[in-house]
């Protein structure tokens, strides 16, 4: 079962999370305030009538009616309040109206004659101010979490902004750019996390290329230094009397000579060092004649032919090695297809391992996972790398076999496909030499 995943940009994620707090914040501050605003508007209202009746009772001892809204033994009056004025006490009550009505404010004070003077007016600030405080808070509110997700959006643009640069930088130095630097190409003033990771992924890029170029050093200096005696065995083994035991070692240090020259080849490869010499080719023509000559008994189908400027030693020595890899691990027949600037090189056989379909070609890869569980050398990468050279692209797949299996050991055969390039750039980002054919 496919598990669903959700993909959104930290400018977005920065923005909800200063937008949500905002909203909580916002929230929260509003109940605090309108509850202790309201608390205290009620400890005013309390205070205040408490003066009125006061007053009120000073008339009172006087002999004067009491004015309208203040009533001596007013039955309505809340039984906690009349227990506390009949004890001689005066103070205040606040009486919530059943369903959400309008509070009264009670007040209430003893006369000298046993009675108790009370007076209740509703609390009518709330209805005016509460409202327009609420109003203020939730205004003000908004304000702050549009300001505060304004601000996310900008902060956290900047930081997609350079994450993204930090990202293609460094894609670029995957594709083999050694000259990028992922701290340059994020930029910017502020130093934060993104330029740790930039400093961190340039160490590593420069130390994975210093390890790379040791590496491909020792290589090309061992071939280097092995074509002497591999040379000097092959001279001696021309000294050798006939017999099938000199053939074996003719053979043999034949074969050691053509890996040694294949690993030089791979060191000029992978040290970018490698030009095109281009001349105009009709592609169809040059592929007929060049599968002659290296392989009669493929077949070559041109379905349509093009002019193309490409190194014609480099194209054969691709060629070659696509025939040469098919008729090793394949199986009859092997077909050669030319459409424009596309050449399709198939077999019959088990198909690609999933390795090289998944991973490219990898020098001197071996095992049971390869076609024929005998691996597949140094003719694709090689093949990959004169590609490079000339600016095309070198692909490669298994045709699916009855059932819709793809898989190494299950394809019915494998293709590999050359994309020739329109403008023939080359890999080195310098311009190529250009041969114009004679006549």
Excluded at 68 to 76: V, Y
Excluded at 89 to 99: A, D, F, K, L, N
Excluded at 238 to 256: F, I, K, N, S, Y
Excluded at 313 to 340: C, K
């Amino acid at each position: 079962m496919r598990r669903f995943t959700f993909r959104t940009g930290i400018r977005w994620k920065i923005t909800v999370a200063i937008a949500s707090v905002g909203v909580l914040v916002t929230i929260a501050l509003s109940l605090v305030v309108h509850s202790a605003a309201r608390v205290s508007m009620l400890e005013s209202a309390r205070e205040v009538q408490l003066e009125r009746v006061q007053f009120i009772s000073r008339n009172a001892d006087a002999g004067r009616k009491p004015p309208m809204g203040a009533k001596l033994n007013d039955p309505e009056l809340p039984a906690e309040l009349r227990h506390k004025a009949q004890s001689g006490r005066r103070g205040t009550y606040v009486q919530e109206r059943p369903g959400g009505g309008m509070p009264e404010v009670w007040a209430a004070v003893p006369l000298g004659n046993g009675t108790v003077l009370s007076l209740h007016t509703p609390f009518r600030e709330s209805t005016n101010l509460l409202p327009d405080l609420d109003r203020a808070l939730l205004i003000g509110g908004l304000s702050a979490v549009i300001g505060g997700s304004a601000l996310g959006v900008l902060i956290g643009g900047q930081i997609s902004r350079r994450l993204r640069k930090a990202a293609a930088a460094s894609q670029r130095v995957a594709h083999g750019d050694p000259d990028v630097r992922v701290r340059d190409a994020v930029g910017g003033v502020v130093r934060d996390e993104t330029d740790d990771l930039a400093r961190a992924v340039d160490a590593m890029a420069d130390a994975l290329q210093q390890r790379l170029e040791a590496e491909r050093r020792v290589t090309a200096d061992i071939a280097h230094e092995l074509r002497t005696p591999v040379t000097g065995l092959l001279t001696a083994a021309e000294l050798l009397p006939p017999g099938r035991p000199t053939e074996l070692v003719r053979d043999r240090a034949q074969a050691l000579r053509a890996l040694v020259e294949d690993v030089l080849e791979v060191a000029r490869l992978d040290s970018a060092s490698e030009r095109a010499e281009l001349q105009d080719v009709a592609l169809g023509e040059f592929v007929s004649r060049r599968v002659a000559s290296l392989m009669p008994e493929a077949t070559v189908r041109v379905v349509a032919d093009e002019i193309v400027s490409t190194d014609p030693r480099r194209l054969e020595r691709i060629l070659g090695n696509l025939l040469a890899n098919a008729a090793r691990y394949g199986q009859a027949p092997i077909q050669v297809d030319v459409e424009g600037r596309v050449v399709r090189v198939r077999d019959h056989g088990p198909g690609f391992p999933e390795a090289l379909l998944r991973e490219g070609p990898s020098r001197f890869r071996t095992g049971s996972t390869d076609r024929a569980g005998v691996g597949h050398g140094l003719g694709l990468t090689i093949a990959e790398g004169q590609a490079r050279v000339l600016g095309a692209r070198l692909t490669f797949r298994n045709v699916a076999a009855r059932g819709g299996s793809e898989r190494a050991g299950a394809a019915a055969g494998a293709v590999a496909v050359l994309w020739l390039p329109e403008h023939a750039p080359t890999a080195t980002g310098s311009f190529p030499i250009l041969k114009l054919p004679q006549g």
